[in-house]
């Protein structure tokens, strides 16, 4: 690989020779020489220069196009070359929805890793929104997701059904209905997830479509807090099924169908088109739809009470903590 054309692409992107050098873990006149070598060979300048920034010129632009296409080619055979190497090993890097990532995810890595325990998981738990734009960036290998994706690039794989249900505390006046009209929801304040958020474009659909209009409307970046929210008494929730599973048993939430407007999306597994897929990305694909099958026919009767045992340990990143992932209680972010 011609090394200046990384150097280049670096430059281009933070707009900033200092920034790149730092990042390149170069000196700034070292960088400097990179990119003069680079115009004085093609003949062009590629870069206005100011005090503080560099733009790029139209030939810089056609250079960072073509350079980002032979530096992802250059990934990609590496990954070719690694995946012939470890074999069944491997890194897996995965990207889920909070719903998705904080409570199924960990049962159908317990699963996966007891198959492929040489395979090395990271996870990295983010909104719906943020967890395509990583695929579409190639820094993650797979992503799941809840709700519609629509880009080219994407190759998005239907998994199973989630059902929403609006959330209510069990003192609630509806706590003892099985199912509620959108005008005996009038008047509610209501707790919701952020835009981006695949739980949030459920609930301003479900407000489209019905005509109910929130008296009030409370934001939250996490389904934990939410729920504690709603059980406090704050407001009303549109949440899925599998986040309030423990707080059902327990008695603390309620809920509630929405009277003849069921409210169900698809969790889809999401990657690269394009992008070269390493052996563990197949073998996680497959334990993914075959765990998946499971859960449209007994939802979470067949993980009831079962020890997991055995395996990897994946490594587990949301809002800038990192932890093992363990399958257990779920204590975070969901949707």
Known sequence: MDHSLLIFATVAKTRNFSRAAEALHMTQPAVSLQIQALEQKFGVKLLERTNRTVRLTRAGEILLDRAEEILESYRELGLIMDDLVQGEGGHLAIGASYTFGEYVLPRILAQFC??????????????TTQVAEAILRREQDVGIVEGGLHHSDLEVLPLFEDELRVVVPASHRLA?????????????????REHGSGTREAAD????????????????????????????????????TWTV??????????????????????????????????????????????????????GTSRWENEIQEGGCTPIMKRAGIEKEARPGPNDGQGG
């Open 245 to 298: 599973v423990k707080e059902i048993r327990l008695g603390t939430l309620k809920t509630l169908r929405l009277h003849e407007f069921p409210i169900l999306r698809t969790f889809s597994a999401v990657l690269h088109r394009t992008r070269y897929h390493i052996r563990a990305v197949d073998h996680f694909i497959a334990v993914l739809r075959e765990e998946s099958e499971t859960i449209r026919r007994f």
């Open 176 to 192: 003892g209905r099985a199912e509620a009209t959108p005008e005996e929801l009038a008047g509610e304040r209501w707790i919701l």
């Open 114 to 127: 007891k198959r492929y325990p040489k395979v090395s998981v990271a996870i990295t738990i983010e909104n």
């Open 205 to 240: 659909k479900m407000f489209s479509a019905t005509g109910l209009v929130p008296a009030a409307l409370v934001e939250l970046g996490s389904t934990q807090i939410i729920k504690e929210s709603v059980e406090a008494g704050l407001g009303v929730s549109l949440l899925s």
